[in-house]
């Protein structure tokens, strides 16, 4: 008996949905490839898994791994996006460090922005900023030595000695 084309068994009958031997064919998809087949480790989708209907939000996969066309949103916000271009990893909005706002790491035009600087070591006296005038570094210390070059207001000092020159360049002290 007949269905009427707007009944499910009539949506069934206008797609042609065949389950053979060998997988599930769908007819828009393929007479001769089934779209869905398994084995004794997985179920296999041949082609691609499209969301909400938009070919930007293909999943697809290759001989390297899983391919997520246009790329992973992050809690429905435009400005959390991961994507890939042909140099790399691209992370538009930045890196949100331990989810504090000055902890969150950007790039411009010129380089990588890391405000409040870079703490090594877990030791605050260990930090790496910069101001308007250069960078910034606290207690240098060059290699084991136990010596450090540090700086107060009359001057550069490495260790308890403070350097300094003469009008020509050469060490005074």
């Known amino acids: 008996m007949a269905h009427p084309q707007n009944s499910p068994r009539g949506l069934f009958a206008k797609g042609r949905i065949n389950v053979g031997s060998t997988g599930v064919f769908f007819t828009a998809y393929s007479t001769t490839s089934a779209l869905l087949t398994a084995n004794s480790t997985s179920l296999k989708l041949a082609g691609g898994v499209q969301l909400s209907g938009k070919s930007t939000s293909k999943i697809t996969g290759d001989s390297t791994g899983i391919v997520l066309a246009g790329g992973i949103k992050l809690s429905n916000k435009s400005t959390a996006t991961i994507t890939g271009n042909s140099t790399g990893i ?84």
């Open 90 to 173: 691209v992370l538009v909005g930045g890196v949100k460090v331990s989810n504090k706002t000055t902890g969150v790491i950007t790039a411009n035009s010129t380089g990588i922005k890391v405000p409040g600087g870079i703490i090594l070591s877990n030791k605050s006296t260990a930090k790496i900023t910069g101001n308007s005038t250069g960078i910034v570094i606290q207690g240098l210390k060059i290699g084991s030595c136990s010596t450090v070059f540090t700086v107060n207001s009359t001057g550069v000092k490495l260790g308890s000695r403070y350097v300094s020159t003469n009008t020509t360049g050469n060490a005074a002290t």
